[in-house]
């Protein structure tokens, strides 16, 4: 008997339904409407290898609507992945297997990004079309030439998100981005008419975009969109008319499929609707062997494409961008960099230190991708030389975002993700909220991207409390896997860039200022900001008091040492731009920086809560624990205590 | 000599390009280019009396733009306020100065809402037309019937949140809603097309909009493109063609007007090019005269509609709900939903325990709102016989938001600040980083907004670490101005809701379960969340251990103290719904709560960065420092070590 589509798709239905059935909990609908679609893209277009799934030129695929996991669990244990195993898509959503309740990049090779929080997958795929464009562009088709996929559902589409990656992927005439749009008119509350009156596919070519329509359960129909789609030199949304729960008789069309298991009697109608007399689980192997054939496409491809690849003269370099030794150059560039400044010192912004710094990585590391989300002059992110990537030239290396902080982070992490790229990007400290989302998943998905965060505090001025950050350095402390760095000068800056680029597997963010900071580092060392604190003068007097200060606080509270000292009251001053890196340290290092018998002062223009983990509820917290306000830098910090003067006016009063 | 429109403009781009010079910051561009809208809207067009500033029935202009913040300025003091005075205005961006770099709706009655952090402006607009057509059909034309206008430049329409706010207004047929977008562009980084290629009308009309162009400079194509916003049904997008910085001959339509002075020479060389002979801050009598008289048009309209109002049956209603006294009636109910739980116990959920207690406030307070972001089932946030707010029903009280978090946060603001209405919306509480630079305005602003935010922990299980909070609860707590609160059973939840209502001045989260809990309050008593943190059970043995627990996790600390108690260690139960509130207590409370002599051991199902701030640096933090997991929840507490053994276990441990 010849296997047919139907055969196919069946079988993704069925284990969709039974392992959420299993599990008692999960998102039946989506992977059996979606079911012939996948079909179709996994057997006839999507260029992969499910023996080799690092491919570096495989097409990228995105479930944007991670909740519908149980499609990919699916599509890669029948096309022959090494994981998921049958037995963990049994135990799917438990702990310890990989098929977790949302995709995850980290559990299984052949999801490429974390996908669950709605809209993101699809603005990071834009990011990996990015990458595919630039790297194409730097060695050539026969290197890098594919498509980027993504399934993506009525969320992705209705989050704002998504204005932000498709404007920008239509701006950079994106063509090899193909979304296939869930089209079922359903959402968890009901009838996508019950909150949307959207016409989608204007907003789509309003935006650039080709757009083409298919029947969702029609094979043929999918095919031809599909091609449509490839044809097309704009990016492509492929309308995709759905059912959702499709085969499931009584419940498919309907919310109740979306989120929960269909129930046994459900499951028992769907298997004879389908006409899927099998057990759960069990999968023909006929059909198998069909799939398993669909799958083993790619090997031949794979083959072939390392046997062109590797007659070009680049590819050599290629793979030194993909396994990070490209970027490493950075880092005896930096040291040459500090030495210079050791030798000369220099009083600037730590924004502006890190436009040195940068400077230094960009020219000896050949695979950063710079940006800004427009505000490219005040985050000092662009460099000498690296050329604007757009849709003119896809081989530059610095992007303008447009006023899109989210949209950018995304398509960051699209590129990290990717591969081959080290990408940063750059808006004001107070919009990593804008961002947040994203980070959180850059973090997650142990992607290394470098957020450059400026005008970290009241130091900005005028522009009052809608941009002055209070919170936002202490809320991202409390992020996992997150390297939050506030440099104190020049050099710390460069050290701090230093440690974002050797931090493989994770973001960092750099919160820098928007005034000048004298250059406290003047000696030649290793990287103290390694250390995540250090010492940076010791007390001369009997020591008393231990000021630990972060950013443009350290310079004040080395001149409020300053005063204390000249009064007999011996202080010692710990720089300390990254508490995370500080965690890490020996408890006898912790216990000699922090030692028992002094009074501990946090000196950060931001919030005081959360500064007792190193204080101790009886040391002082000096910071600002209200929004900021409208005026010039000098006049805030006087206005929130955070002069030399009034910091050792504190210090003394609590000493009194 | 007859007063021309072009006088009028004048005084407002004279007045901005000298109060940026005199602050030596500041953005000219905007108010130059757009003071021939501003001039013909607040001439013309807008519904105010500037001296009945909280006229229920006046227009709301909302200035999304927020960096062009001298125009605001200037056709306050141009139109008559009392507030900003002429000297507030030369002391602009100063502090002390009602004239903030960015507007600031606490700081000047005529600002409606704060602006500066781009595309929330627009979207807080939503809210504002929704409140107004729901107190329409509450109330009846003779009460409200007014337009919402807004001045939106590129910014906030390349932010994704732009496509939740239109969505949701083309969707509700809000067709008051008008919005002017400058259209000049240009960007910080230069011209839009470096980063857009949208076609803008085009996107708004696939929403459902309207749209119309005008010559920004020409005041009879303004006006008559803001008479066919007016009349059309659906709200409207006018196109208004600028140039930035117009009249500033040398500079203007680039982007070096947008945010720097413009420099003497320039500013000279515009009043030449305006014909604007007169000094800085000077405007000549005749031209303020005519102003004023502008200005005066409404002092009228508003005796008019007070009188026509206060005929109606529903004013004396009306009044209550604006002045909050409606709003109270909830107290005395929720207190006798609480006695009711003291006589019967319920083991529920505290996402549930919220419904039950919205149920008593729905009913007795008629001026909430309610909806959620999708997630109606879940954030259980609808109550019987609320009805639906949609384009068919204004009158209904619960909006289906759809997949828009950060557009139901920010339309939310746009109620509480339009005045009447006490909005509430849930999502799950890990996506309060998709609606945070919202909430972040909610408790900038002072706004009443209540966040309903559930499936708070690792508790909800299987969906994963996307849907995990971790650092969200604690990332909360850190932003000035916001009850954080998460609630041990269904009396502390209706004793959160209690707070959240009488707290007026701000926004309030709830952090709720997605599992059942024990009603761990069973004696009738005051309302004991009101202190934040209070001792639920003493310790019987010799107390040697205090737990401070959170939500879902107060049981389990119960439960290891009674394990700890019969080995014979004492413990007291501290629950501490609230850290905010805990922080406004006495020395002497909080000492009684958080003895010296006791280990202190915090327990939350989140991060235990910042916990020192109440165990100190000695004391013990149980909770989860790492991204979580997917698997079912009792799975999970015990992976991460926070069943009653583990508890007992790691307090022994540290005992030892």
Not at 271 to 291: K, V, Y
Request: aromatic fraction near 6%.
């Amino acid at each position: 008997m010849t296997v047919t589509h139907a055969d196919l798709a069946n079988a993704v239905r069925a284990l969709a339904m039974d392992a959420v059935q299993a599990a008692n909990s999960g998102h039946p609908g989506m992977p059996m409407g979606m079911a012939d679609a996948g079909t179709v893209l996994f057997t006839q277009h999507l260029k992969y290898d499910p023996q080799w799934p690092q491919w570096p030129d495989r097409d990228r695929f995105v479930l944007s609507a991670g909740h519908g996991s149980m499609l990919i669990y699916a599509l890669l244990w029948l096309t022959g992945y090494e994981k998921p195993t049958l037995d963990q898509i049994r135990n799917f959503r438990q702990l310890g297997s990989p098929c977790a309740g949302h995709p995850e990049n980290f559990e299984l090779p052949g999801v490429e990004t974390t996908t669950g929080p709605l809209g993101q997958g699809l603005a990071t795929a834009v990011g990996m079309a990015i990458a595919e464009r630039h790297l194409n562009a730097r060695f050539g088709d026969a290197v890098q030439d594919h498509h980027t996929w993504v399934i993506a559902g009525d969320g992705c589409l209705m989050e704002g998100i998504n204005h932000e990656a498709i404007g920008l992927a239509g701006h950079l005439k994106l063509g090899r981005l193909n979304v296939i749009w869930d089209d079922n008119r359903i959402t968890i509350d009901g009838a996508t008419s019950m909150s949307t009156s959207e016409d989608v596919a204007a907003r789509y070519e309003a935006s650039g975009w080709h757009v083409v329509s298919c029947d969702g359960h029609d094979a043929a129909s999918i095919d031809a969109a599909l091609r449509a789609a490839k044809a097309d030199p704009r990016p492509s949304l492929i309308a995709c008319r759905t059912i959702i729960g499709y085969g499931a008789p009584n419940k498919q069309g309907t919310a109740a499929t979306h989120g929960s298991p269909l129930g046994a009697p459900e499951i028992a109608a769907a298997r004879e609707t389908l006409g899927w007399n099998h057990a759960p689980f069990e999968i023909p192997a006929d059909i198998l062997s069909a799939w398993r054939d669909a799958g083993a496409r790619g090997v031949d491809a794979s083959a072939k494409w390392k046997e062109g690849a590797s007659k070009t003269e680049g590819y050599a370099e290629f793979l030194q961008w993909l396994d990070g030794s490209a970027l490493k150059a950075a880092g005896p560039a930096l040291k040459a960099h500090i030495d210079g400044l050791i030798a000369a010192p220099q009083t600037v912004a730590t924004r502006k230190a890190s436009e040195l710094a940068l400077g230094a990585i960009n020219a000896a590391a050949p695979n950063t991708i710079g940006g800004s989300a427009d505000l490219t002059g005040s985050n000092n992110t662009l460099t000498k030389g690296l050329g604007t990537l757009d849709a003119a030239n896809y081989g530059g290396r610095y992007i303008y975002y447009g006023i899109r902080e989210f949209g950018m982070s995304a398509a960051m992490n699209g590129m990290a993700l990717h591969g081959g790229i080290m990408p940063y990007g750059g808006t004001f400290l107070v919009f990593t909220d804008y961002c947040r989302p994203a980070i959180r998943l850059s973090a997650l998905q142990r992607a290394q991207v470098v957020y450059v965060m400026t005008h970290d505090s009241i130091g900005l001025g005028e522009d009052g409390p809608t941009h002055q950050p209070i919170e936002h350095v202490m809320s991202l402390r409390v992020m996992p896997n997150v390297l939050v760095m506030r440099p104190a000068d020049v050099v710390e800056t460069a050290e701090c860039w230093a440690l974002a680029l050797e931090n493989t597997t994770g973001p960092a963010v750099l919160a820098l200022s928007r005034q000048n900071l004298p250059q406290v580092r003047t000696q030649a060392s290793e990287n103290l900001s390694a250390k995540g604190a250090y010492r940076l003068r010791a007390a001369s007097a009997a020591r008393k008091v231990v000021f630990l200060a972060t950013g443009s606080e350290v310079q004040a509270a080395l001149a409020a040492a300053d005063q204390l000292e000249a009064a007999g009251i011996g202080c010692d001053v710990v720089s300390m731009p990254c508490w995370e890196l500080f965690d890490l340290q020996s408890d006898t290092y912790q216990a000699d920086i922090l030692p028992e018998d002094a009074l501990i002062v946090s000196v950060e223009a931001g919030t005081t809560v959360g500064w007792e983990r190193y204080t101790g509820r009886k040391g002082l917290r000096l910071g600002i624990d209200r929004f900021g306000a409208s005026a010039p830098a000098e006049a805030l910090f006087e206005k929130f205590g955070l002069t030399p003067d009034a910091i050792a006016k504190a210090v003394r009063a609590k000493l009194a």
